[in-house]
């Protein structure tokens, strides 16, 4: 009997795992890194261990300390959540050598799956359909992807599309999987653009019986990483969906598994599937199945690792549909850049839950007040949808996302919503391209509500700024006054309003009038229809909330003032993060779109290209370096470059790019 559960992990995943255990009457035992003192996994749980550093590499990946830090707070049982060390046989072993249980599958079912291409072969011996390695690819098999064997989350992951790139994409990949996991085997097989991940949650017990416990779609992704994730995955003809719940059945008993774990298939439109890898773990998308089936996963993970049976002989069947989105601080329209910095608010409208209670749901590891570093994975929240249809839940989740209070910095969510709301998506035209296919149409924005936003930000810091007129004070016409903003993708509005008689007007709208403003609340109508804006600021920063969705504004000073120009052939750091390693030589001359070095941040890596043909004349990066947001990296001269005093002209962009891991 499971007593005290420590859990080997940061975030919405311990928080989850303690949700469960108060439940369960189970004290709870967090671990964590210097950077997350104070973060909300170590405040919920009852005793919590220091992991000395910042680094993952120093912290939630030394099995050494994790193991110890259990034994001094007196847990008799190890939760690894996802990521870190949640896949490492030897970190389940070291737990069990012990005399700690270990709530996941057997070391030896871990080691059997660690690398996909041992995994394919264990596969194909089970008669469960496998994707075959290349081993000399020819033009007839493009596209190819290099794939990391022991790796998983989109690291060491490559799309060649020429087979004079796939050397040099080979040893990237291999260089990125050392790095991430250890390992450097990399191997190469077709791929399938046009294709759907389609995965099934399992769950065995050690009695002999092992449940499909439902199937998901995980389609939509960017960097070979989920975005959005849905359950049942739709349209499948049963015939399809019954084969591809036998055949994850079958891969589990091949190797003897224990606990919670996922077997996920490549789909093609004809209803052909390959085996791609077995998650030897809880998945970031386990709500989804748990609100198509009521069950409690993680209940079920400890029920198992305490010997106990599964409840019956099958799983029970999916009612509704149940949709989630994961939202990230990063920077769709920059490559998917991740963004650090303060959130200030996350918060979901929940006033629809009075008539539909349980039917959203917010797993979040971090709350307001809290850093978000460079240190880890970019991940804020997962927002999870269930309704009896899938539109209908599709409907609710694009609507809680648009309505939600996300204050900080740049995230995933208008593309979230314009995702969901899609008729591609809507109509189950899923595939792992979806958002490269349908960038144009997830990247517009409505400009006409923009410059709406900015008028109320105006009025509202009118109104902030307003005081009692004093005595004798003459009704005269006062001069316009101006505010500036920078939208997200860089355009500049100006907003002119005047304070009259009868209040403020809005002379750079013509037709919208001013009903009420307060500093955090703006009423504007225009054409009898009204529309209220919430209004938040910090620092500069300006967020605007509507019930239909939000923009995040930037406020400028009143007059543009001058800036040092940076060399046009500088190159900046786009980001905080660490040097992983550079790929090219002072003095070497270099062409457009060559990369230069990599930078690892947020478990990514982005690559820094040269702007333009020319000659590497600076190179101020070495591997292991970290470096702060614009920090100089690199300058590359060209045949174009200006000789103008740098402190006195405008500047000039540098141009940077971090082009996918």
């Not at 949640?86 to 059997?112: H, M, R, Y």
């Not at 055949?247 to 224990?258: F, K, L, P």
């Not at 019956?312 to 650090?340: C, F, K, Q, S, V």
């Not at 996300?406 to 591609?424: M, Q």
């Amino acid at each position: 009997m499971i007593t005290n559960l420590l859990v080997a992990n940061r975030g919405e995943i311990a928080r989850r795992v303690f949700r469960t255990c108060r439940r369960l009457g189970i004290a709870t035992t967090a671990v964590h890194s210097d950077p997350d003192a104070d973060a909300p996994h170590v405040r919920e749980a009852d005793a919590a261990v220091r992991l000395p550093g910042a680094a993952p590499a120093d912290t939630y990946l030394r099995g050494d300390l994790i193991v110890a830090a259990a034994l001094a707070a007196g847990a008799d049982a190890v939760h690894p959540g996802y990521g870190f060390l949640s896949e490492n046989a030897e970190f389940a072993q070291a737990v069990l050598d012990a005399g700690l249980t270990w709530v996941g599958p057997p070391p030896a079912a871990i080691a059997a799956m660690g690398s996909k291409t041992a995994a394919k072969r264990l596969m194909a011996e089970a008669d469960v359909p496998v994707l075959a390695a290349l081993t000399e690819p020819t033009e007839a098999d493009l596209p190819l992807l290099v794939k990391a064997a022991a790796g998983g989350g989109g690291r060491g992951m490559r799309v060649v599309r020429r087979l004079a790139d796939l050397e040099a994409e080979l040893e990237a990949a291999r260089a990125e999987a050392l790095s991430a996991f250890g390992d450097a085997e990399v191997f190469v097989e077709r791929y399938l653009p046009a294709g759907r991940h389609v995965e099934v949650q399992l769950m065995a017990d050690s009695h002999g019986t092992v449940w499909a416990v439902g199937d998901r779609d995980c389609s939509l992704q960017r960097r070979h990483q989920k975005v959005v994730e849905e359950a049942p995955a739709p349209g499948l003809a049963p015939e399809v969906r019954a084969a591809l719940h036998a055949a994850a059945v079958d891969a589990a008993r091949a190797i003897g598994y224990r606990g919670a774990g996922t077997a996920e298939f490549l789909l093609t439109e004809d209803g052909r599937f390959w085996f791609l890898e077995m998650n030897t773990r809880l998945q970031v998308e386990h709500p989804v199945t748990e609100a198509v089936t009521g069950l409690d996963l993680v209940a079920l993970q400890l029920a198992v690792a305490e010997g106990e049976p599964l409840p019956g002989p099958a799983a029970p069947p999916t009612t509704g549909h149940a949709i989630e989105a994961r939202l990230y601080a990063e920077d769709p329209a920059h490559g998917w850049r991740p963004a650090t910095g303060t959130l200030h608010r996350l918060e979901l409208d929940r006033s629809y839950e009075e008539f539909a209670p349980g039917e959203l749901r917010l797993d979040s590891g971090i709350g307001a007040g809290d850093e978000i570093t460079a240190h880890y994975d970019p991940m804020l929240a997962k927002v999870i949808a269930w309704a009896p249809t899938r539109a209908a839940a599709a409907r609710r989740l694009a609507l809680a996302l648009a309505r939600a209070r996300v204050h900080g910095p740049a995230t995933n969510r208008e593309t979230l919503v314009r995702a969901l709301r899609h008729p591609a998506f809507l109509d189950g035209r899923l595939h792992t391209g979806f958002l490269a296919e349908h960038a144009e149409d997830l990247a517009a924005r409505g400009a006409a509500g923009t410059e709406r936003a900015a008028l109320a930000a105006a009025l509202a810091a009118a109104a902030a700024r307003r005081t009692p007129l004093p005595s004798g004070w003459r009704n005269l016409p006062s001069q316009p006054q101006l505010r500036r903003y920078r939208t997200v993708d860089g355009a500049e509005l100006e907003v002119r309003y005047r304070h009259t008689r009868d209040g403020l007007h809005a002379e750079s709208h013509p037709g919208v009038e001013l009903v009420s403003a307060t500093p955090e609340f703006v009423v504007l109508a225009e054409n009898g229809l009204r529309r209220g804006y919430h209004l938040a600021r910090h620092g500069d920063q300006v967020y605007v909330d509507t019930a239909t969705g939000a923009v995040t504004l930037t406020a400028l000073p009143r007059f543009p003032e001058p800036t040092v120009r940076t060399d046009p052939g500088a190159l900046l750091a786009p980001m905080p993060g660490t040097v992983v390693r550079t790929t090219a030589a002072v003095g070497e001359r270099v062409t457009a779109g060559q990369p230069l070095l990599v930078l690892e941040a947020m478990k990514m890596e982005h690559r820094i290209t040269a702007p333009a043909d020319g000659v590497l004349v600076e190179l101020r990066a070495e591997p292991g370096r970290q470096v702060e947001v614009g920090a100089l990296l690199a300058v590359v001269k060209t045949e174009t470059d200006s000789t103008t005093d740098p402190t006195t002209d405008p500047t000039t962009d540098s141009e940077t790019e971090d082009g996918p891991a």
